[in-house]
């Protein structure tokens, strides 16, 4: 498909002989020689049983459990004794020994000479710059790697390639038939006149790589939404789907949510993390809005539709005037019709590959030191098993057929070719089915008189909710500039801008008023 296969250090990542401490050197140099006239700082690794001298060599790299930082070594002085680079002063290192992983050095220069000969030649190369999956909320950092490819072209071939940031944003991407937007965005291109810094080597080289891949990840922020954990995220799309207005596009919601995650971490730049009252009042009654949600198993968009709600009824009336139980049986009856083609060509290997992939996620989550619970690899590991599966079950249908009827082959041929239109309608048909599921639990609930009360509570309390959170954007928003107002966004520049202030500023933290329950 004309990949170019790249080998990953991590991916041979080995446990190293003995425990190691690190402690960032007092001197600041290290050994010349080289192309590299001014160097980073050192630290020094001194190790506990070790065997510095077999296991590693220059420039091969060492891991600290639970950390993606890898640190390059520098000069191995002994079995207890080496020098790695300091890559991220601003790091914490552990105050006591500890175990660690060793990477190999692998030589790319292939990998770049095959990939410059693609780009050459009119080419196009993707590339996920952050050197692997995870499931977090925001990028991790940058491999260096991208920047090498785009001023190798520049230097070799005179070529200023555009890299062009593509935001992967998946909603539910470990089931089957989940939704993903793809979304495109400006393109960056590396300034020719840095390019004699990247041709003289040593920190100046380091010094023009490092901006080019801050430009580049800022780019790639503005195409996705970015927060810097899960719970503010689910904040941010509570907060979105009460602001929004009606019959608005997926790309529509996704802009949205974009700007509410940019306003909310201009809000806590501005506020230096102690944001106003009124707003944490909000934040706090948006958790246990959306808490009370979770709890009653209904979605945001069915509340509305719970304004007509009866609270002070007897059990006869629920059952005579409501309904109730034609709509359960209606809604159970759809679901059983819907799930026959499903339990027979479908269910066997779902159940299967939801198994095999939950075992898979936690034997990746078990060797990544980045991934939060592992659901980024869920839905490949389901599609590779279900390749092998669905033909599987197919020829063990066929062959039942053969052992056990009096069918012909000719007969039997025509099931076997149907069977792939008959599950592909079934997996259509149950994702209509889970819609009415996901209807059967608010009538299920009516059933009980305490879930009645909430659940007829709920729509007052969302419309009081919308109107002081529109109320607090509208006195917010204008203090947002364009973010409040503009229609077609550079994202890019804003969130270099954002990340100029948080350079000067400091990181914003998410305030916690510890208000999450009901």
């Not at 380091?206 to 080019?212: D, I, K, W």
């Not at 934040?283 to 719970?306: A, F, K």
């Not at 069977?419 to 997996?427: A, E, F, K, T």
Request: one cysteine or more; charged letters at 25%; aromatic letters at 6%.
């Amino acid at each position: 498909m004309g990949a170019v296969p790249v080998k990953r250090a991590q991916d041979s990542a080995k446990k190293g002989t003995g425990t190691v401490l690190m402690q960032r050197s007092k001197d600041n140099t290290k050994e010349t020689g080289d192309e590299e006239s001014s160097t980073p700082k050192l630290i020094a690794v001194e190790g506990t049983g070790t065997l510095f001298l077999s296991e590693l060599a220059k420039s091969d790299k060492i891991r600290l459990p639970n950390s993606s930082t890898a640190f390059k070594v520098i000069r191995v002085d002994s079995e207890t004794s080496l020098q790695v680079e300091d890559a991220d002063e601003s790091l914490v290192l552990p105050a006591e020994s500890g175990s660690f992983d060793i990477l190999k050095h692998i030589d790319q220069k292939i990998v770049y000479e095959k990939v410059l000969d693609k780009m050459a030649h009119g080419g196009a190369i993707g590339i996920f710059p952050e050197g692997g999956s995870h499931d977090r909320t925001d990028l991790l950092p940058l491999k260096v790697g991208v920047a090498l490819i785009a001023y190798s072209a520049l230097e070799q071939d005179g070529l200023s390639i555009p890299i062009v940031p593509v935001g992967l944003n998946y909603f539910r991407s470990y089931h089957f038939r989940g939704r993903a937007i793809v979304e495109y965005g400006r393109p960056t291109f590396v300034d020719p006149s840095t390019l004699s810094a990247y041709k003289s080597g040593g920190a100046e080289k380091r010094r023009v790589c490092n901006e080019l891949l801050q430009r580049i990840q800022d780019s790639m922020r503005s195409v996705i939404v970015s927060t810097p954990d899960y719970e503010t995220l689910e904040l941010i799309h509570t907060a979105r789907r009460l602001y929004e207005r009606k019959d608005q596009t997926t790309s529509e919601k996704q802009d949205l949510s974009r700007r509410f995650a940019e306003g909310y971490k201009q809000l806590l730049l501005r506020t230096a993390g102690k944001p106003p009252q009124q707003w944490l009042s909000l934040q706090s009654r948006l958790i246990s809005y959306q808490s009370e949600l979770n709890e009653l198993g209904i979605r945001d968009y069915q509340v509305p539709g719970l304004r007509h709600e009866k609270v002070d009824i007897d059990g006869d009336t629920v059952l005579r005037e409501m309904r109730i139980p034609y709509h359960i049986v209606h809604l159970v009856l759809m679901l059983l019709l819907a799930a026959l083609p499903t339990i027979l060509l479908n269910f066997p290997v779902g159940i299967i590959a939801r198994l095999y992939a939950d075992r898979r996620r936690k034997a990746a989550l078990a060797n990544s030191k980045v991934k939060v619970k592992g659901l980024d690899v869920v839905l490949s590991e389901k599609v590779i098993i279900c390749i092998v599966l669905v033909p599987t079950l197919w020829f063990a249908y066929g062959l039942a057929l053969k052992l056990f009827t009096n069918l012909d082959g000719p007969s039997i041929a025509l099931i076997i070719m149907s069977l792939p239109i008959c599950s592909y309608m079934g997996i259509v048909v149950a994702q209509a089915g889970m819609v009415g599921l996901k209807d059967l639990r608010p009538y299920v609930m009516r059933l009980f008189p305490s879930a009645r009360r909430r659940l007829a509570a709920l729509p007052a309390a969302r419309k009081e909710l919308q109107e002081d959170l529109r109320e607090f954007i509208r006195e917010l928003g204008p203090s947002l500039g364009e973010i409040y107002y503009g229609k077609d966004l550079d994202w890019a520049a804003i969130k270099e801008e954002s990340r100029s202030k948080v350079a000067t500023t400091g990181e914003p933290t998410t305030p916690k008023d510890g208000k999450k329950e009901k």
